[in-house]
């Protein structure tokens, strides 16, 4: 299902137009969708109640079949060029039996919206 962003620096308000405001939630589809090495800007809400937007680069899944969950790597990038930032810790996506939530490091995240920049 395709979102709006209505507020944020990408949003329809801020004069973006409707297919710059596109972006997709959190779930199991996007998750599936995720491929490795590609790109993906994300729209954090952060602790200090702004929106925040990442690039971030996708890297290899994991499993743990101890614990029942899967998990994918997100490297913090620059821009949709794909140059790795030094010294940013990683963010991360877990599936746990279906239910997908997201974490900077081990600090949970609340992932707003999801755009594919490139695949």
């Known amino acids: 299902m395709a979102l709006i962003a209505l ?4 949003s329809v308000a801020s004069g973006k137009n409707w297919a710059e405001a596109e972006g997709q939630e959190l ?3 996007t998750y599936q969708a995720l491929k490795p ?23 290899r899944r994991s499993t743990s079949k101890k614990f029942n969950l ?11 060029s794909g140059e790795p930032c030094p ?3 990683p963010y991360y996506f877990y599936n746990r039996q279906g239910n997908i939530s997201a ?17």
């Open 7 to 10: 507020t944020g620096p990408d």
């Open 27 to 29: 779930n199991l589809a």
């Open 37 to 59: 090495n590609q790109i993906i800007k994300i729209d954090v809400i952060s602790g200090f109640n702004e929106i925040m937007q990442v690039f971030l680069k996708v890297g």
């Open 70 to 80: 899967e998990r994918i790597k997100l490297i913090t990038v620059k821009d949709e």
């Open 87 to 89: 010294y940013r810790a």
């Open 103 to 119: 974490a900077h490091s081990n600090m949970p995240e609340h992932i707003n919206l999801i755009r594919f920049i490139k695949k």
